[in-house]
């Protein structure tokens, strides 16, 4: 049938966890090797252009800031303001760029998912999220024995205000989900809301190429399910700004934690 | 935080409900110390999340 000549021969459905390893970039279209492809391209990129921009941005700072300078302004007085003082209090300040550019990295890194053409995020391998929660979770226990001293901090982290009966009870429950629990959490909440949305995306641009090569009278269905593509896609976008915010959110309040004196 | 409140009953059960298990293959039963560590372990973390989280 005429439609049906239009549409690729054959199209791979249902997608696989095959379709998040691209071929290699270098050296050009290997398969089986991971050292250059698409998503190292990627987070290169990001991090090239997070530290243009913000160089450029204050290159010549001036008192009334030019357009990026505003921008920049902006996004480093939100996380400072609204995360870093907002969580941990005045002492908050010092932790500002680190959250900033935590905030930053996985905001552009989780934005290539929507990117049309570009359309993945790195954040959907787990190695990625799963280094940055290792980042975040050696910082706030060192910040927490800096601050305590290790025997204060693990007797302020373990040790909650309870009778003495109920502790062998609550310590174990307490080094579980501090130690433990946090970091993994982290990582796999980024890294699977990521997966999950390249996934989404995926099953409805595909399932409509799939629909239309079962019968050219499917072509409805199909339209709906590119149109859900383009729905989802503005999901994804503010999945997208809320997973980077809630990473940095829960980093400030581990760092808070570890700096909180009594409890 | 609802996160933190979230994973003190998540770990609570799975820390306690875990240690009975193990119970459970040392002593040779099918799942009652796993039973009873799961609710100790999720009245632990309500306890902690009260301690923690509230007033």
Not at chain 1, 13 to 21: G, K, Q, T
Not at chain 1, 170 to 184: D, Q
């Amino acid at each position: 049938m005429a439609v049906q000549s239009m549409v690729l021969a054959d199209v791979p459905f249902p997608p696989s966890v095959e379709d998040f390893y691209l071929p290699s970039i270098l050296p050009w279209g290997e398969h089986d090797n991971y050292w250059f492809t698409k998503i190292t391209a990627l987070v290169w990129l990001t991090t090239a252009l997070i530290i243009i921009f913000f160089l450029v941005s204050y290159r010549k700072p001036q008192l009334v800031p030019t357009k990026k300078q505003w921008i920049a302004e902006s996004v480093y007085g939100f996380v400072r303001n609204n995360v870093a003082v907002e969580m941990i209090g005045p002492a908050g300040v010092r932790f500002a760029p680190y959250l900033t550019t935590l905030f930053t990295f996985i905001l552009l890194n989780n934005f290539w998912g929507i990117v049309p053409f570009v359309q993945i995020s790195p954040n959907s391998h787990i190695a990625f999220p799963a280094m940055l929660a290792a980042v975040s979770y050696v910082m706030f226990i060192w910040v927490g024995i800096r601050h305590h001293g290790f025997v204060k901090y693990m007797k302020v982290s373990l040790i909650p205000p309870a009778p003495w009966f109920i502790l062998p009870l609550l310590i174990p429950i307490e080094f579980f989900s501090t130690f433990l629990v946090r970091p993994f959490s982290l990582a796999v909440r980024l890294f699977a809301n990521m997966f999950a949305g390249h996934m989404l995306l995926l099953v409805f641009t595909l399932g409509g190429f799939a629909m239309l090569n079962a019968n050219a009278w499917f072509l409805p269905f199909s339209l709906v399910s590119w149109a859900m593509t383009i729905a989802l896609t503005f999901l994804e976008f503010l999945v997208i700004c809320l997973q980077a915010y809630v990473f940095t959110v829960l980093t400030a309040s581990y760092v808070q934690g570890a700096l909180a004196d009594e409890h | 935080m609802g996160m933190t409140a979230v994973a003190y009953l998540l770990t609570g059960m799975l820390v306690w409900g875990g240690i009975g298990w193990l119970v459970d293959h040392w002593v040779g039963t099918r799942g009652i110390f796993a039973g009873i560590g799961a609710v100790v372990g999720m009245a632990g973390g309500v306890y902690l999340i009260v301690r923690r989280l509230g007033a």
